[in-house]
């Protein structure tokens, strides 16, 4: 058993007969009152995000879990299928669970969560960043940069990134995974 003193993100809970990973989380100490937990979590089994508010020492039923490196191999209309990168075994994870399939190219590492009681994945969490390369997007207008202005762009898996207009087909990109943003343009 934790207390409310321990969430942090990326915490898998028990949470209403479920299991919920901490996605945000925020301690606030009013001026006046006790101290509260405000989180948001997302449901591992059916991907759903929920508020909620923990009172400071409430006890929460933590879930043990291990992460296993697996590469990312290819999706099926629903289904993504991942293969450990240590004994080649593999598995099938509902797209609900992942948190930016769309940013994943094939043959990505990444770290699956997996319940150690009874083995089963609880989810997915990508590298910070990804580097993908812009298939399409509208050349930029000389003269429209008066502010940070920015076209949207295609990239590689097929997702859509706003990026600044000096960016052209065929450049390879940064994007945060965290928020799904444009972060810096790589040289090569």
């Known amino acids: 058993m934790a207390t409310s003193s321990d969430i942090r ?16 989380f925020l301690h606030v100490k ?17 991907g ?37 990168t240590e004994d080649y075994s593999q598995i099938q994870l509902m797209k609900d669970i992942l948190d930016t399939p769309e940013l994943m190219k094939e043959g990505e590492i990444v770290t699956v969560l997996i319940n150690t009681e009874d083995n ?4 997915v969490e990508m590298p910070a960043h990804v580097i993908l390369e812009v298939t399409s997007t509208e050349p930029g207008v000389k003269g429209n940069t008066a502010t940070n202005a920015t076209k949207p762009a ?9 990026v600044p207009l000096f960016i052209n087909e065929g450049d390879k990109i940064r994007i945060d995974t965290d928020k799904g943003q444009y972060q810096e343009r790589i040289k090569e």
């Open 9 to 24: 993100k990326g915490l898998c809970i028990r949470y209403n007969n479920d299991i919920y990973k901490i996605i945000e």
């Open 30 to 46: 009013p001026g006046k009152g006790p101290a509260f937990v405000r989180t948001k979590m997302k449901s591992v089994t059916t």
């Open 48 to 84: 759903k995000t929920i508020d909620n508010t923990f009172s400071a020492g409430h006890k929460i039923d933590d879930v043990r879990v291990e992460t296993h490196k697996f590469q990312y191999l290819y999706s099926e209309g629903q289904m993504y299928h991942f293969m450990n």
């Open 120 to 123: 089963a994945p609880l989810s």
């Open 154 to 162: 295609i990239v590689e898996t097929g997702a859509e990134i706003n």
